[in-house]
């Protein structure tokens, strides 16, 4: 089986999980946890996002967190934004990565704003100019490109019209976020190939949330079409707000674990990852859905 000698994992929960959980973490507590994430071993790191406070409560202090954190050398420290303002509040808080977001669903996306996604993301380039002035690298992201409560399975040919419309803004590092957990490691797999192939100059990230329990399976089938980001959660924190029955991300050990196992190489301390975890179940006060949490390791048994 063809699999990469090392991949990359992406640190999402502070950003994704926190901001679906009930409980709010303190400026304190979320900078603390990042930097466990980046003493852990992590490259990229999630950090949160600049949406207006009002949608998202629990992800109102990125700013802070931001001024407050202690950078490491070599480490991605990157936000979600949705429009210009966030830019704004990137460059006034020394954020230098920036990620937008658009649905792949043209039904949605029409019937929300009333334009299709390619020109939602046409409309990103006032985001894009005023980060490029400042420094600011971009990244753009695909939410649903492989299904959606509203429209079922999303035709490839929707996908790279998308795509393109990020190439137009220059933009090349893309990721496909299954939000809505509907995606099948085929379809994965074929969706990864066929796109690799006709955009090469991109680089991929996958997200997968673990609604239906595949985000681990379709990690493996993106791993075999060539794929080596993936961006993941401690503990499978998080959820989504939009999605009906919507679990976390994919557990961040779970991956990391199953890399170890496979001899395909992380950087990460598993350990220190676990400990992450645990603490953050503490934090959140609920037991999280991570299956080493609860296990243990593989390695655990031979003690
Ligand atoms: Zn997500």
């Not at 400042?134 to 992201?141: K, N, P, R, T």
Request: proline content about 4%; overall charge negative; glycine content about 10%.
């Amino acid at each position: 089986m063809y699999k990469p000698d090392r991949v990359v994992i992406c640190e999402v929960g502070p950003r994704d999980g926190l901001q679906n959980e009930e409980k709010v973490l303190t400026v304190e507590e979320k900078i603390s946890l990042i930097e466990k994430v980046a003493d852990a071993g992590f490259k990229v790191i999630e950090v949160g996002s600049f949406m207006h406070p009002r949608a998202v409560p629990q992800m109102a202090t990125t700013d802070e967190v931001f001024r407050g954190l202690r950078k490491k050398e070599g480490v991605e420290y990157r936000a979600l934004i949705g429009n210009a303002r966030g830019v704004e509040r990137a460059v006034a808080c020394g954020c230098d990565k920036v990620k937008l977001n658009v649905s792949a669903c043209r039904e949605h996306n029409l019937a929300n704003l009333n334009m299709t996604p390619e020109e939602s993301v046409a409309r990103f380039k006032e985001s894009t100019d005023l980060a490029r002035a400042h420094q600011i690298a971009v990244s753009g992201s695909i939410s649903m490109p492989f299904g959606s409560p509203w429209q079922y399975r999303i035709p490839v040919e929707e996908v790279k019209t998308i795509v393109e419309a990020y190439i137009d803004l220059g933009i090349t590092e893309i990721s496909l976020s299954d939000a809505s957990g509907m995606a099948m490691p085929d379809q994965v797999y074929d969706l990864c190939s066929r796109l690799k192939a006709d955009y090469p100059e991109v680089k991929w990230i996958l997200h997968f949330h673990n609604t239906r329990g595949m985000g681990i399976a379709n990690i493996v089938a993106a791993m075999a079409a060539g794929i080596t980001w993936f961006d993941a959660s401690f503990g499978g924190l998080g959820g989504c707000p939009f999605v009906p029955g919507a679990a976390g991300n994919v557990v961040t050990e779970d991956v990391v674990h199953m890399c170890e196992e496979m001899g395909i190489e992380t950087g990460i301390n598993l350990d220190k990852g676990l400990e992450i975890a645990r603490w953050v179940g503490r934090l959140v006060a609920h037991e999280l859905p991570g299956f080493v949490l609860k296990a243990g390791k593989n390695s655990d048994l031979l003690k």
